[in-house]
């Protein structure tokens, strides 16, 4: 078999990329090794920057997002017993989010596919990237269950435990790493949210996130020790921490309700340079892993695969290289402002264990300034809705 582009992970990073691909007449194959039903039902992400919607919509594929997704206009930040709103269309005027599933943006992408007679292949076994080194002779290929897809161009779209990123020889990469000495617990429940807005909040027994999907499915995440698992925390555990962290201002009472889903996701920020060898490509948690505080890793994803779609247009326009070249460097530059940002979030709001009764202070007073001052509230506001 050959194709242009072999795809590894139908994850929202290598379903949008061999969308985008299709629709400039370059053809792909996407290998994914987990079920269809698995990866149209993983629960993660919730929040699509203003970019990310844009591209969406431009691409044919946001028509259920703009009808079933939750445009937000801003956040609350809640701490030391007050709520404070970062007002958007004041600060960043005709920006936003939308909330809208991570799993409903894969069905849509999915869906998508499969309409235009996309080749995506689910459930496949022991995929292997080939041929990278061009004394090879070969060409990049990929192998999988018995099978070889030959291609001109690898796209590493596997996420942060794929197979593309280790198959780049020893001594090419840099990594930078930081590990959190904490976890989120995230939780969905049936439950109506309690709030319009999605609520940070900070309390000294650490920190809590109210979101949402639906006006009756509320999101939750709740910080948790690194070693945390799933079944320290019942459901009567979540609700009653839910509602102390939550709780905090006078006059909030938060809703309860079933429990559809839990579990823990590690906090750690992950960065490898370059995201390319030869002609392997790296796109979204592959080639990067932020926090989730600042919202950022599937937007990330999207903005990695913008570029990456331009370059190999370029190139399979008339050969020319220079995009696919410098891709690295023009996805490092938005991915490192999104590492700052999520790093700074994190650190924000999040109680650690280490801090001394200084470093305390400084996080309060950090708060006060960012909820106080317009230009402290604006840099929150322009990070978190999406640089252009
Ligand atoms: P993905 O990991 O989504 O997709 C990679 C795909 O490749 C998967 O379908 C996988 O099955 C497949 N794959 C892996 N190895 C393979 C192999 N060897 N062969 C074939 N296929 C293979 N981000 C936020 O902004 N907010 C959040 O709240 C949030 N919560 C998260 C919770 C969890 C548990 C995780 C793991 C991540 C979370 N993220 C969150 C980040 C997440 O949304 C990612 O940024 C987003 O999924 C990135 O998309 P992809 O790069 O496509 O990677
Ligand atoms: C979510 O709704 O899943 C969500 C919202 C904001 C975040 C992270 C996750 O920072």
Redesign the pocket.
Known sequence: MRTQVGI???????LLLSHLLHLRGISSVV????SRDY?ER?V????LEQGTVDTLVEAGVGERMLREGLPHHGIELRYGGAGHRIPFEKLVPGRAITVYG?QEVVKDLIAARLAAGGDVRFE?ED?AVHGLDPASGSGPYLTFGGERLDCDVIAG???????SRPSIPEGVLSIFEREYPFA?L?ILAKVAPSSEELIYTRTERGFALHSMRSPTVSRF?LQVPADAREEDWPDERIWAELKVRLESVPGFTLATGEIMEK?V?PMRAFVTEPMQYGRLYL????AH??P?TG???????VADVRVLTEALAAYFADGSTALLDGYSEACLKRVWRAQHFSWWMTTLLHTFEDDDPYARRLQLSYLDYVTSSEAAATTLAENYVGLP
């Open positions: 590894i992970g139908a994850g929202p990073a290598g290998l994914e090794k987990r990866v993983r993660r992400a919730g929040v991570q496949v995929v779209c596997d996420g942060f435990h794929g197979v989120w995230g995440y579990g996701t796109a979204g948690d592959a892993i932020v989730p919202a950022k890793g599937l937007n990330l994803a």
